[in-house]
């Protein structure tokens, strides 16, 4: 059974995402590669961090649905480990128009699995941290917002 309580999540991801691929498509060197954000990050490197959450996230709703609950999955952004994933990954020095690709089909992936969540696993619980749990349906619910505060750093990047 399909949930039909994330088609409105999947539409809205959807639409950010072909919409942003649009515009990372006119972007120039200097805007993807020179200009950094509080965090250090490129704009590069931000789109790099969004395809690591959404491949970290899809293994998450896919673990959570058939492992028992909770769940022990290691969380690849505490402790300064997304900055690790960055850099081992070398996404500054990544094909442009291979990640903006990239980035664009993974989000779509996650997109088609949440609409196939089985209904009855959202309350499955991942163990985030040592005392955090996080349910299947609030990590789906959550992963819009995490896209949208890094598309607001881009936008502040783009800015000056």
Known sequence: MKTIQF?????ELETMVLEWEEKFGNLN?????????DQNRSLKQI????????SNNTHRVIHLQYQESPLEFPNYATY???????AIQNYQEEDWHTMVQFWKYI???????????DPGKLGNEWLADKYERVSLQKMV???PRHFRLHISEIEKLLQY
Not at 29 to 37: A, S, V
Request: overall charge positive.
């Open 47 to 54: 789109v790099g961090h969004m395809i690591d959450s959404a």
């Open 107 to 117: 989000h779509l992936h996650f997109i088609h699995v949440i609409k196939n969540i």
């Open 7 to 11: 088609q409105s999540i999947a539409k």
């Open 29 to 37: 060197k200097e805007q993807i590669t020179l200009r950094k954000n």
């Open 141 to 143: 619910e959550d992963f």
């Open 80 to 86: 300064g480990n997304n900055d690790r994933w960055i």
